[in-house]
T-cell receptor, first 115, second 111 residues
Framework: GAGVSQSPRYKVAKRGQDVALRCDPISGHVSLFWYQQALGQGPEFLTYFQNEAQLDKSGLPSDRFFAERPEGSVSTLKIQRTQQEDSAVYLC?????????????FGPGTRLTVL | SQQGEEDPQALSIQEGENATMNCSYKTSINNLQWYRQNSGRGLVHLILIRSNEREKHSGRLRVTLDTSKKSSSLLITASRAADTASYFCATAVEYGNKLVFGAGTILRVKS
C-alpha cells in the first residue's frame, strides 16, 4: 500500500505567519510521530499520537507549536507566528499496532523555510 | 537534545570496500535502530537490535551492540554507489515510544 505522505513538500513563510503541515499516515497505523530535523542534524522528536490521543508532546519547542489528529488518522502540525529558527524539515512517521520491531515508517518531510 | 554521537561524521570510500559507522548513546535502551536517509528524502529503516542482543545481520548489514559501553556499530560490506546516504542510529527507551536520533554519518561511496 501507499506509504506515509506529507504536504506540502516545501513551504516558504514570512516571519510571523502561521503554517499548517499535513501528514497522511499508512492506513490503519495507530501511532503517529512528528520530528523536526535541522540542517545537518538528526531528527528530534516533537510529539506522539496513539489514535487520536496525544500521549507525548514533550518535544514541542514552544507553545507556538500545536499538533492534532482528531479522527486518529490524518495529523496536522501547526506553527503559529513562525520564527527563523523554525526553519527545518518536519518529518512524520507512523507505526502499526502489530509492528513487532517498533519500526517507524517515515514520510518524505516538509521543508519549511522562514524568511 | 539528541541521544548521543556518531562517528565518523563523514566517510568516503571506494565501491566494494566496507564501511563502518559507530554510535554512542547515553541512557538505558529497549532497542537501537539504524536508518538511512537519502538526500532530500525521508528515513528508511534498516535494522533493529534489541538490548539483549549483541549482533545482528541483514543482507550486507551487520550491527553490533555493546550495552556496557552504550555503543553500537553498523558495518556495510561490499559497498555500492547506491549506499551513498546519511546513516542515523536511533534509540528507543521504551517499546513503541519516540526514537532519539544521533547526528548521523554521511557516507559517500565512489564508483
Amino acid at each position: 500500500g501507499a506509504g506515509v505522505s506529507q504536504s506540502p513538500r516545501y513551504k516558504v513563510a514570512k516571519r510571523g505567519q502561521d503554517v499548517a503541515l499535513r501528514c497522511d499516515p499508512i492506513s490503519g497505523h495507530v501511532s503517529l510521530f512528528w520530528y523536526q530535523q535541522a540542517l545537518g542534524q538528526g531528527p528530534e522528536f516533537l510529539t506522539y499520537f496513539q489514535n487520536e490521543a496525544q500521549l507525548d508532546k514533550s518535544g514541542l519547542p514552544s507553545d507556538r507549536f500545536f499538533a492534532e489528529r482528531p479522527e486518529g488518522s490524518v495529523s496536522t502540525l501547526k506553527i503559529q507566528r513562525t520564527q527563523q529558527e523554525d526553519s527545518a524539515v518536519y518529518l512524520c512517521a507512523s507505526r502499526g499496532r502489530t509492528s513487532g520491531t517498533n519500526e517507524q515508517f517515515f514520510g518524505p518531510g516538509t521543508r519549511l523555510t522562514v524568511l | 537534545s539528541q541521544q548521543g554521537e556518531e562517528d565518523p561524521q563523514a566517510l568516503s570510500i571506494q565501491e566494494g570496500e566496507n564501511a563502518t559507522m559507530n554510535c554512542s548513546y547515553k541512557t538505558s535502551i529497549n532497542n537501537l535502530q539504524w536508518y538511512r536517509q537519502n538526500s532530500g528524502r525521508g528515513l528508511v529503516h534498516l535494522i533493529l537490535i534489541r538490548s539483549n542482543e549483541r549482533e545482528k545481520h541483514s543482507g550486507r548489514l551487520r550491527v553490533t551492540l555493546d550495552t556496557s559501553k552504550k555503543s553500537s556499530s553498523l558495518l556495510i560490506t561490499a559497498s555500492r554507489a547506491a549506499d551513498t546516504a546519511s546513516y542515523f542510529c536511533a534509540t528507543a527507551v521504551e517499546y513503541g515510544n519516540k526514537l532519539v536520533f544521533g547526528a548521523g554519518t554521511i557516507l559517500r561511496v565512489k564508483s
